[in-house]
């Protein structure tokens, strides 16, 4: 299994360096549009093409398979998310880290949709080797919350039995708000934000 993984590797660094490389953002975009929107099992390398005016074959100068599409999109979505939080202002004491990390969390997620959706519902259509990956760079993200969890335990600032179990329904509590906050209604982003991190303190203050 290492050894394909370290082959599509090299595809991809081969593609990059092609004369035609400006296609390979386009290829990853159209894949990212088309996963969100039908699913990553209903959709072909056939249609991946189409969506930016590539006969089939000339695909696979970008990409080896579709798996590796899929990889890479998921890849670099929790890269992303992992170097964007180190640059994030966090504050020094637990309750300013946590106010820091609610906020960061859904405006970083709310701006990218489609990227979301793929990372939490394709998940399943990894091979196990990408799967290890990715549950690898999650576990550092939400070591990060556990982290300042633990710290405000340490603070005498939380009182939270089960740090795990309060980090993973603090993320998936925040995560939500993808589902249903659309621009134009009722509340503002920033009320949003304020809301949601009302309530996670009120849920973990001592």
Request: proline letters at 1%; charged letters at 25%; one cysteine or more.
């Given at each position: 299994m290492r050894k394909r993984h370290t082959a599509a590797q090299n595809h991809r660094k081969q593609a990059k360096n092609d004369s035609t490389a400006p296609h390979l953002p386009k290829v990853t975009q159209?894949?990212?549009?088309?996963?969100?929107?039908?699913?990553?099992?209903a959709v072909s390398m056939r249609q991946i093409a189409a969506e930016v005016g590539l006969q089939a074959g000339a695909l696979y100068l970008y990409t080896p398979d579709k798996q590796t599409l899929l990889f890479d999109l998921m890849r670099d979505h929790m890269?992303?998310?992992?170097?964007?939080?180190q640059d994030?202002?966090?504050?020094?004491?637990?309750l300013s880290q946590l106010e820091a990390f609610v906020r960061f969390h859904i405006d970083f997620h709310q701006k990218r949709l489609e990227a979301v959706f793929i990372s939490y519902m394709e998940l399943r259509n990894l091979t196990e080797e990408n799967f290890c990956e990715i549950e690898g760079l999650r576990k550092q993200y939400e070591d990060v919350l556990e982290g300042i969890l633990r710290r405000g335990?340490?603070?005498?600032?939380?009182?939270?039995?089960?740090?795990?179990?309060a980090m993973m329904a603090v993320i998936a509590m925040?995560?939500?708000?993808?589902?249903?906050?659309?621009?134009?209604?009722?509340?503002?982003?920033?009320?949003?934000?304020?809301?949601?991190?009302?309530?996670?303190?009120?849920?973990?203050l001592a």
């Open positions: 159209a894949a990212l549009r088309l996963f969100a929107r039908y699913g990553y099992a890269q992303a998310l992992l170097a964007a939080w994030c202002e966090k504050g020094e004491d637990a335990q340490a603070e005498g600032v939380f009182q939270v039995p089960d740090t795990k179990l925040l995560t939500g708000v993808n589902t249903w906050y659309r621009e134009g209604g009722r509340l503002s982003w920033e009320k949003v934000g304020d809301i949601y991190w009302n309530m996670v303190k009120k849920a973990v």
